[in-house]
């Protein structure tokens, strides 16, 4: 079995790397892919870049390219929901594109023709990150991300997201790579810890708690590797 692990940025990846320690580096694609076996089971590597774009390529790479079975992606999020707090974690049940918009047209908001405005992510995986929360005696909450290609630090805007799609969290990447999965019938894991709560103060918030949030994820998703291979 060989799994893909994601992230976005270099931060959010660097420290699933400083746990394996041996890897071997491959260039494709303008982006950098580490493969590593890890308890018996393959692993390729990478972040994408931010935005949907780059996260579509990779996840796309990994899968057809790298020949990845499953794909955990771990990350930071900015928060929706009132109940999430700076540094919780938050597991994506489904996620959608906020940003795409052909209303024009009589669509929802999210909505492609011979698409769907939600991606579901695999239940199973779901079920194990339960145990690994449990195990690990962290509160992990379930529910909706909603992905753009914006950094949002509007209050208005954030709101916006929040009652037109029930997100509960938001990012720039997990819904274009939810997408991937779902053609190539590849299941999948999104895992964000929250590192600003997507106002005006983001912009100031979000580097303070990027790398603690980004380590935090990643311990969660080694521990869902570890599920896995067992």
């Known amino acids: 079995m060989k799994i893909a692990i994601m992230g976005a940025m270099p931060e959010e990846v660097a420290p699933i790397l400083e746990k394996l320690g041996d890897y071997t580096t491959t260039e494709y694609a303008g982006n950098k892919y580490y493969e590593a076996t890890y308890k018996g089971v393959n692993l390729v ?9 780059f996260s579509t390529l990779t996840a796309t790479t990994m899968i057809e390219h790298f020949g ?6 771990s990350g930071v999020a900015g928060a929706i ?19 795409l918009d052909i209303t024009a047209f009589g669509h929802p908001f999210g909505y ?11 239940s199973d995986l779901i079920a194990l990150s339960k145990e690994v929360a449990r195990e690990m ?7 909706i991300i909603a992905t753009g290609d914006q950094f949002v630090a509007n209050e208005e805007r954030k709101d916006w ?29 999104i895992l964000r810890a929250i590192s600003d709560a997507a106002d005006m103060d983001a912009s100031f918030s979000f580097d303070e708690f990027l790398e603690t949030s980004a380590v935090e994820s990643a311990e969660f998703v080694m521990k869902m590797v570890d599920k896995i291979v067992d």
Not at 68 to 73: H, I, M, N, P
């Open 45 to 53: 590597i990478a972040y994408s870049k931010i935005g949907k774009v």
């Open 68 to 73: 990845a079975e499953k794909l955990l992606f």
């Open 81 to 99: 929901s009132p109940s999430l707090k700076v540094g919780d974690l938050i597991v994506a049940t489904k996620l959608s594109q906020h940003d």
């Open 112 to 122: 492609v023709p011979e698409g769907s405005v939600f991606v579901e992510a695999d």
């Open 137 to 143: 005696g962290k509160v992990v909450q379930e529910g």
């Open 161 to 189: 997201i929040g009652d037109t799609f029930n997100a509960d969290a938001l990012e720039m990447e997990g819904g274009s790579v939810a997408v991937v999965c779902k053609a190539l019938n590849i299941p999948f894991f």
